[in-house]
C-alpha cells in the first residue's frame, strides 16, 4: 500500500503489510506511519537582526547626523518578525518583539518590519556642540541581538518631510489662509506674499523644558537652539 502525505512532508510512505498480520497489528501500524508522516519538520530559527552604520538615517532627509529627540529610521534584514506600529502615547519600547538601544538606553518605538524600524532618539543621548559625537545603535529580537554600530550624532539635524517620502523635492506643506483654511502647498498652488505656510520636520534639537520621552511637545515650546527658515536669503519669523 502507499500513501502520500499532503499534509507537511510531501513524500511517499510506503509499508508492507505481513502474510498473517492480526486486524489489530495492521491498524497499530497504519497509525504509527501516519503519525511519523504528518510530523511537522521545525521551522528554521530567524536570523539575527543585520544593521549598518549607514542604515540609521533621519527620517525625513534619510541623511545623517542623527540627534537627540528626533525620529530616525533603521533599514536592514531581520529587524522584527512582523509589522507592528505604536498604538498610543507614549510610545512604547518594545514592538513586535523588537527593541532598540541607543547607548544602552532603549529608544520609543514608532513602527517596526523585517527591513525598516522607526524610533524617536533618547534625549539622554550625548551630543557635541561644534563636532559630532557617536552613538551605539543596537536592535534585539526575538531571535537575538544585532551587532552594535556607531552612528554619528550632533545638538541638531534639522530636515523636512517632503510629498513623497524621499527626502528630496517638494516640502509636506501647506498653505494657511487668514481665515483657517488649508490647502496643500505645490507648484500649483503656491503661497502667496504675506501667506502663512506650514512645515513639517524633525531634528530641531531638544526643547527648553524637557519633556518625556515618547511623549509630544506641547503648545509654544520652544527649542534649545531655536530653528530658523531663510527664504530668499531671507530669515523669516517663526510663528510656532
Same mark, same amino acid.
Given at each position: 500500500?502507499?500513501?502520500?502525505?499532503?499534509?507537511?512532508?510531501?513524500?511517499?510512505?510506503?509499508? @508492507? %503489510?505481513?502474510?498473517?498480520? +492480526?486486524?489489530? #497489528?495492521h491498524?497499530?501500524?497504519? !497509525?504509527?506511519?501516519?503519525?511519523?508522516? /504528518?510530523?511537522?519538520?521545525?521551522?528554521?530559527?530567524?536570523?539575527?537582526?543585520?544593521?549598518?552604520?549607514?542604515?540609521?538615517?533621519n527620517?525625513?532627509?534619510?541623511?545623517?547626523?542623527i540627534?537627540?529627540?528626533? @525620529? %530616525?529610521?533603521?533599514?536592514g +534584514?531581520?529587524? #522584527?518578525?512582523?509589522i507592528a506600529? !505604536?498604538?498610543?502615547?507614549?510610545?512604547? /519600547?518594545?514592538?513586535?518583539g523588537?527593541?532598540?538601544?541607543?547607548?544602552?538606553?532603549?529608544?520609543?518605538?514608532?513602527?517596526?518590519?523585517?527591513?525598516?524600524i522607526?524610533?524617536?532618539?533618547?534625549s539622554?543621548v550625548?551630543?557635541?556642540?561644534?563636532?559630532?559625537?557617536? #552613538?551605539?545603535?543596537?536592535?534585539?529580537t526575538?531571535?537575538?541581538?544585532?551587532?552594535?554600530?556607531?552612528?554619528?550624532?550632533?545638538?541638531?539635524?534639522?530636515?523636512?518631510?517632503?510629498t513623497?517620502?524621499?527626502?528630496?523635492?517638494?516640502?509636506?506643506?501647506?498653505?494657511v489662509g487668514?481665515?483657517?483654511?488649508?490647502?496643500?502647498n505645490?507648484?500649483?498652488n503656491?503661497a502667496?506674499p504675506?501667506?502663512?505656510?506650514?512645515?513639517?520636520?524633525i531634528?530641531f534639537g531638544?526643547?527648553?523644558?524637557?519633556?518625556?520621552?515618547?511623549?509630544?511637545?506641547?503648545?509654544?515650546?520652544?527649542?534649545?537652539?531655536?530653528?530658523?527658515?531663510?527664504?530668499?536669503?531671507?530669515?523669516l519669523?517663526n510663528?510656532?
Amino acid at each position: 500500500m502507499t500513501c502520500l502525505d499532503n499534509l507537511s512532508i510531501n513524500r511517499f510512505v510506503e509499508f @508492507i %503489510v505481513a502474510p498473517g498480520t +492480526t486486524r489489530s #497489528a495492521h491498524h497499530t501500524a497504519l !497509525a504509527v506511519t501516519l503519525l511519523m508522516a /504528518t510530523m511537522v519538520t521545525p521551522a528554521q530559527p530567524q536570523a539575527l537582526p543585520q544593521v549598518t552604520s549607514a542604515g540609521v538615517v533621519n527620517a525625513a532627509s534619510y541623511a545623517q547626523p542623527i540627534s537627540p529627540g528626533s @525620529i %530616525v529610521s533603521i533599514f536592514g +534584514t531581520g529587524l #522584527a518578525n512582523s509589522i507592528a506600529t !505604536a498604538s498610543g502615547i507614549p510610545l512604547p /519600547t518594545e514592538l513586535g518583539g523588537s527593541s532598540v538601544t541607543v547607548n544602552g538606553t532603549k529608544a520609543p518605538l514608532i513602527f517596526v518590519s523585517s527591513n525598516q524600524i522607526n524610533f524617536q532618539v533618547p534625549s539622554s543621548v550625548q551630543f557635541g556642540y561644534f563636532d559630532y559625537t557617536q #552613538a551605539a545603535i543596537v536592535v534585539t529580537t526575538l531571535a537575538g541581538a544585532s551587532t552594535s554600530v556607531q552612528v554619528p550624532v550632533f545638538q541638531t539635524g534639522p530636515s523636512l518631510f517632503s510629498t513623497d517620502g524621499s527626502g528630496c523635492g517638494q516640502a509636506a506643506a501647506w498653505n494657511v489662509g487668514a481665515h483657517g483654511a488649508v490647502s496643500a502647498n505645490s507648484r500649483s498652488n503656491s503661497a502667496a506674499p504675506g501667506d502663512f505656510v506650514s512645515l513639517y520636520g524633525i531634528g530641531f534639537g531638544l526643547p527648553e523644558i524637557p519633556v518625556v520621552d515618547g511623549t509630544f511637545l506641547g503648545h509654544g515650546d520652544t527649542f534649545q537652539s531655536e530653528p530658523g527658515i531663510v527664504l530668499d536669503d531671507q530669515l523669516l519669523p517663526n510663528l510656532f
